[in-house]
């Protein structure tokens, strides 16, 4: 069952600029082998629903680590039969267009 999920998880409470806590959740899902695709608000991975859940984890895990409160927001898109969803979607808006966006 492959899925895409999106995560975007932040502490609460620490300075302005949380670069450094976000940094350490990008590391744990670099780590994880999966495809992934980081954007300014967030990152999307792709993969069976139980490894992603288990790379939310971690990531919840290793910020937990540095901070008291954690917000997080998480979208999941499951397609039956769907693979390479990660590049495949941005590449059949691309197709519609006829020119690449920018990425």
């Known amino acids: 069952m492959s899925v895409l999920l999106e995560i975007s998880m932040w502490p609460m409470g620490k300075d302005e600029s949380v670069g450094e806590y976000v940094a350490g959740s990008v590391d744990v899902i670099d780590q994880s082998g999966l495809p992934y695709q980081v ?52 590449d059949s808006v691309e197709q519609k267009l006829g020119r690449p966006l920018n990425k």
């Open 39 to 90: 954007n300014a608000m967030g990152t999307v991975l792709e993969g069976e629903l139980d490894e992603l859940l288990a790379v939310v984890k971690k990531c919840f895990d290793r910020m937990a680590r540095d901070c008291d409160r954690i917000e997080c927001m998480l979208k999941f898109d499951y397609r039956r039969g769907a693979k390479d969803r990660l590049t495949g979607k941005v």
